[in-house]
C-alpha cells in the first residue's frame, strides 16, 4: 500500500515560494495530504525535545556543502525558529579538500606531483577526494586511517600506489580554521539576538 501521507523536511530559509514548489511536488507525487517541517525544528525533535519543553536550542548544521546554524525556542509547549545565519561556501567537502591538500603535499615529498589545474590529472583528483571523504568519516571512529586506493592510480600514465597514514590529530590541525569559521557564525547570530552562550540549553 503506497503512503498517502508524509511530512517533508524543507531548510529554514525556504520562502513561500519554495513551499509551495515543495507542496505541488508532494501533491504530483501521489501524496494526498503533506505537512512540511523546518529542519532545524526536524534536528531538535531527533535530539529529544519533547512537548512541554522550555528553553533555547541551537542547531548546527554542517552539510556537504553549506553551514546553517539555527536558534529555536521552546515556549508554551511549541518549538519555533527565532534566528538563522549560515556560510553558503563552507561545508563537509571544503574539510575534504583540506585532506587533498595536504595529500597532495606528501605525495610531492614523495616525488610525486599532481597539478590541480592539469585536466589529465582531474580523475585522479576526483579519486583522492573520494578516499580523502573516506578517511575522514573512518577517523570518527579511528584515532587513524591509512588513505588507500586499493589498486594503482594512474597520474601521467603510471601506477601511484597511493598509502598514507593520516591521523585524527593531523585532520584536526587541518579543518581547524573551517571549524572556526563556523563557530564565527555561531557567536555572530547569538550577538544579533542577544543571547549568551550560557543561555544555550541544548
Not at 494526498?32 to 541551537?58: C, H, I
Not at 554542517?62 to 539555527?70: A, E, H, K, N, Q
Not at 575534504?96 to 606528501?106: H, K, L, P, Y
Not at 601521467?156 to 573551517?178: M, Q
Request: charge should be negative; include cysteine.
Amino acid at each position: 500500500v503506497r503512503p498517502q501521507k508524509a511530512v517533508i523536511t524543507v531548510p529554514a530559509l525556504f520562502e513561500l515560494p519554495q513551499t509551495r514548489a515543495t507542496s505541488e511536488a508532494a501533491r504530483m507525487a501521489g501524496f494526498e495530504r503533506v505537512e512540511l517541517l523546518q529542519e532545524p525544528v526536524a534536528s531538535a525533535l531527533a535530539a529529544g525535545f519533547k512537548s512541554g519543553s522550555e528553553g533555547t536550542w541551537l542547531v548546527y548544521d554542517l552539510g556537504g556543502g553549506t553551514f546553517d546554524v539555527s536558534l529555536l525556542q521552546g515556549k508554551d509547549g511549541i518549538l519555533r525558529v527565532i534566528g538563522h545565519d549560515g556560510d553558503n561556501f563552507l561545508g563537509g567537502r571544503d574539510f575534504d579538500q583540506a585532506v587533498v591538500a595536504w595529500a597532495i603535499e606528501m605525495l610531492d615529498a614523495d616525488g610525486v606531483h599532481v597539478d590541480t589545474k592539469n585536466p589529465l590529472h582531474q580523475p585522479f583528483l576526483r579519486r583522492l577526494a573520494a578516499i580523502a571523504e573516506e578517511a575522514k568519516i573512518e577517523l570518527g571512529r579511528a584515532p587513524e586511517v591509512t588513505l588507500t586506493a586499493g589498486e594503482p592510480l594512474n597520474l601521467d600514465g603510471e601506477e601511484i600506489a597511493l598509502e598514507i597514514t593520516l591521523t585524527r590529530a593531523v585532520l584536526e590541525r587541518l579543518v581547524e580554521p573551517l571549524v572556526a569559521r563556523s563557530c564565527n557564525v555561531c557567536e555572530r547570530l547569538l550577538s544579533a539576538h542577544n543571547i549568551e552562550r550560557a543561555d544555550i540549553e541544548h
